[in-house]
């Protein structure tokens, strides 16, 4: 954000800040943050099994008061991490108005206090000078507008730091009235950017209150931010997994005690259900030192539809989403696609801090849509033959993207993370049929992948409404998928559009990249396919290796046209 001089803070308010007082409010934070988690650790470590007519009252009690004092305990590192990010803004400020102070006295004149530059200076010497107060003037300001963004516990005050950098309120703990806050409900009918600003004007307590009583709806609203959801959707998770597990249990001594056929009691549906409760649960609370985000958990259709994150999305640079295709489950599929995912991104985020610019880079895999499977085969409104499923999917990821843009611009005022799509297989299908349906809407979206596709649903790539630099194929030997071209043209051969190398190579960071061999070979840890992967999703497509020469033998595939004399 750029503001005009007439609006920076003056220099007299530059001199008189006070680091040292921003910094140890800092430190009150940290101090208050490290004292709820202690507390929420004890809460959970002493949770034990009990049954009683209070039971059920006890435990939707424990679980609200461990939701609110996890996201008190997440606004207070932030809130840290933002003073502690002002006090070295406003130490630079200050250097940069010393630097001025020191060149205009060097030239007989002086600063004041309102930014005036008096003296017989040296015409040379003053717009230097006065382009450095300005700058200073402009990081202090910066300093400010970034901490008034920070939600702040209003019960919580480290003392006051100098000259509005920081201004927490100074109200009593009893000045929030009963502990149970008023209910407060999601409005209907609103936007996901009207939902974003309503949510975001809300104090920390009644948001956290709002997601412990009602994490469906909070689930259910477009726009929040990706913390909110994932705090909804974990209560959701533990609750639906509760629920499938003794509903299967109370079938399973059903099917012992009648003659009725096992299918007819839903067991097998039952034993879907838990099961792909069972790998969300496994894959969320992995414990590799990443903090995974349950961004979406919808358990209204045969499987449960999940999208999780590799990490925070909120304060993400650039995301990057796996959208799968055919037969794809929770339970087949969620851990080993997330633990991919998770190499993958880590590596863009090491291509980022070595080439770019260090935003960081977080995975998503999006299991979001009904994905088509195969005993669905012969279903007229189901078959991966058809574009039914690809259709309803691309209308879910259109409405996930878009929220995850609002919710960012609003709660932060900042831009939305660029969006790489590393769309396989069918679900190739549904990111082509998003992109062409948006019709270049879908702003956040920079680049897209396709690996192993069998067609992106339109015959020319300029239909997806991404320039064709933007646009990449990969197709590994012995993947074929890859060579059907069934739905639209066949993304190999499209001109214009990146072909990117699958088989082995010397990678740009020194290692050599494997060849990859199959249609489920393009994430594969360590080769030449995830580095390039990786390195559209960090931005730098540079550093991604063109396709096979055209003289090299390929297995499935016909010679390209390009490569023809």
């Given at each position: 954000?750029?503001?005009?001089?007439?609006?920076?803070?003056?220099?007299?308010?530059?001199?008189?800040?006070?680091?040292?007082?921003?910094?140890?409010?800092?430190?009150?934070?940290?101090?208050?943050?490290?004292?709820?988690?202690?507390?929420?650790?004890?809460?959970?470590?002493?949770?034990?099994?009990?049954?009683?007519?209070?039971?059920?009252?006890?435990?939707?009690?424990?679980?609200?008061?461990?939701?609110?004092?996890?996201?008190?305990?997440?606004?207070?590192?932030?809130?840290?991490?933002?003073?502690?990010?002002?006090?070295?803004?406003?130490?630079?400020?200050?250097?940069?108005?010393?630097?001025?102070?020191?060149?205009?006295?060097?030239?007989?004149?002086?600063?004041?206090?309102?930014?005036?530059?008096?003296?017989?200076?040296?015409?040379?010497?003053?717009?230097?000078?006065?382009?450095?107060?300005?700058?200073?003037?402009?990081?202090?300001?910066?300093?400010?507008?970034?901490?008034?963004?920070?939600?702040?516990?209003?019960?919580?005050?480290?003392?006051?730091?100098?000259?509005?950098?920081?201004?927490?309120?100074?109200?009593?703990?009893?000045?929030?009235?009963?502990?149970?806050?008023?209910?407060?409900?999601?409005?209907?009918?609103?936007?996901?950017?009207?939902?974003?600003?309503?949510?975001?004007?809300?104090?920390?307590?009644?948001?956290?209150?709002?997601?412990?009583?009602?994490?469906?709806?909070?689930?259910?609203?477009?726009?929040?931010?990706?913390?909110?959801?994932?705090?909804?959707?974990?209560?959701?998770?533990?609750?639906?997994?509760?629920?499938?597990?003794?509903?299967?249990?109370?079938?399973?001594?059903?099917?012992?005690?009648?003659?009725?056929?096992?299918?007819?009691?839903?067991?097998?549906?039952?034993?879907?259900?838990?099961?792909?409760?069972?790998?969300?649960?496994?894959?969320?609370?992995?414990?590799?030192?990443?903090?995974?985000?349950?961004?979406?958990?919808?358990?209204?259709?045969?499987?449960?539809?999940?999208?999780?994150?590799?990490?925070?999305?909120?304060?993400?640079?650039?995301?990057?989403?796996?959208?799968?295709?055919?037969?794809?489950?929770?339970?087949?599929?969620?851990?080993?696609?997330?633990?991919?995912?998770?190499?993958?991104?880590?590596?863009?985020?090491?291509?980022?801090?070595?080439?770019?610019?260090?935003?960081?880079?977080?995975?998503?895999?999006?299991?979001?849509?009904?994905?088509?499977?195969?005993?669905?085969?012969?279903?007229?409104?189901?078959?991966?033959?058809?574009?039914?499923?690809?259709?309803?999917?691309?209308?879910?990821?259109?409405?996930?993207?878009?929220?995850?843009?609002?919710?960012?611009?609003?709660?932060?005022?900042?831009?939305?993370p660029d969006v790489t799509i590393w769309a396989h297989s069918y679900g190739s299908l549904v990111a082509g049929a998003m992109l062409a349906g948006s019709r270049g809407e879908v702003t956040t979206v920079?680049?897209?992948?396709?690996?192993?596709?069998?067609?992106?649903?339109?015959?020319?790539?300029?239909?997806?409404?991404?320039?064709?630099?933007?646009?990449?194929?990969?197709?590994?030997?012995?993947?074929?998928?890859?060579?059907?071209?069934?739905?639209?043209?066949?993304?190999?051969?499209?001109?214009?559009?990146?072909?990117?190398?699958?088989?082995?190579?010397?990678?740009?960071?020194?290692?050599?990249?494997?060849?990859?061999?199959?249609?489920?070979?393009?994430?594969?840890?360590?080769?030449?396919?995830?580095?390039?992967?990786?390195?559209?999703?960090?931005?730098?497509?540079?550093?991604?290796?063109?396709?096979?020469?055209?003289?090299?033998?390929?297995?499935?595939?016909?010679?390209?046209?390009?490569?023809?004399?």
């Open positions: 954000m750029s503001l005009a001089p007439d609006v920076l803070p003056s220099v007299g308010q530059l001199r008189a800040a006070d680091p040292a007082a921003v910094r140890a409010a800092a430190s009150a934070a940290r101090s208050t943050q490290r004292q709820v988690d202690q507390q929420l650790r004890v809460l959970s470590s002493g949770a034990t099994a009990w049954a009683g007519p209070a039971s059920a009252g006890a435990s939707t009690r424990h679980t609200e008061i461990c939701v609110v004092g996890d996201v008190l305990a997440n606004a207070l590192g932030h809130l840290a991490t933002a003073l502690e990010r002002a006090a070295d803004e406003v130490d630079a400020a200050r250097h940069l108005l010393a630097h001025a102070d020191l060149l205009c006295g060097q030239a007989g004149g002086h600063i004041t206090d309102v930014g005036a530059v008096v003296g017989p200076l040296d015409p040379g010497a003053e717009p230097m000078i006065r382009a450095t107060v300005v700058e200073a003037r402009r990081r202090y300001a910066g300093s400010v507008l970034a901490v008034r963004q920070v939600e702040v516990p209003r019960w919580w005050s480290p003392g006051a730091a100098s000259d509005g950098v920081l201004r927490p309120a100074a109200e009593e703990m009893g000045a929030l009235g009963p502990s149970q806050p008023t209910e407060v409900r999601i409005p209907q009918g609103l936007g996901p950017q009207a939902l974003a600003t309503w949510f975001a004007a809300l104090p920390v307590t009644v948001q956290a209150a709002l997601i412990a009583g009602q994490p469906d709806a909070v689930a259910a609203a477009e726009g929040l931010p990706a913390w909110a959801h994932d705090t909804a959707n974990r209560l959701r998770l533990a609750q639906a997994t509760r629920a499938a597990v003794a509903a299967l249990e109370a079938a399973r001594s059903a099917a012992l005690a009648s003659p009725t056929p096992i299918d007819d009691l839903g067991l097998g549906a039952l034993q879907t259900r838990v099961a792909d409760l069972e790998a969300v649960t496994e894959v969320v609370q992995r414990q590799d030192g990443h903090e995974r985000q349950l961004l979406t958990l919808d358990l209204t259709g045969r499987r449960v539809a999940v999208a999780v994150s590799t990490g925070d999305v909120d304060h993400a640079g650039q995301l990057a989403v796996f959208v799968p295709g055919f037969t794809v489950t929770p339970a087949t599929h969620l851990r080993g696609y997330d633990a991919r995912v998770t190499a993958a991104s880590d590596l863009a985020g090491s291509i980022d801090r070595a080439w770019g610019a260090g935003a960081g880079v977080v995975g998503v895999t999006w299991l979001g849509y009904a994905a088509p499977q195969v005993d669905e085969v012969l279903s007229r409104s189901r078959s991966v033959a058809g574009r039914a499923p690809a259709a309803a999917g691309a209308a879910r990821l259109r409405t996930f993207l878009d929220g995850l843009a609002v919710a960012r611009e609003t709660a932060q005022e900042a831009t939305a920079r680049a897209v992948v396709a690996l192993g596709s069998p067609g992106m649903g339109v015959s020319d790539p300029r239909q997806l409404g991404l320039p064709l630099s933007d646009i990449f194929v990969a197709e590994a030997e012995l993947d074929p998928v890859a060579e059907m071209g069934v739905f639209g043209s066949d993304p190999g051969h499209w001109e214009g559009v990146a072909r990117l190398e699958t088989e082995a190579r010397h990678l740009p960071d020194g290692s050599s990249g494997v060849a990859g061999r199959g249609h489920e070979s393009y994430l594969a840890p360590g080769s030449t396919s995830a580095w390039n992967l990786a390195a559209i999703a960090a931005g730098q497509p540079d550093l991604a290796l063109a396709r096979w020469r055209c003289d090299e033998p390929r297995v499935l595939r016909l010679r390209d046209p390009a490569c023809r004399p």
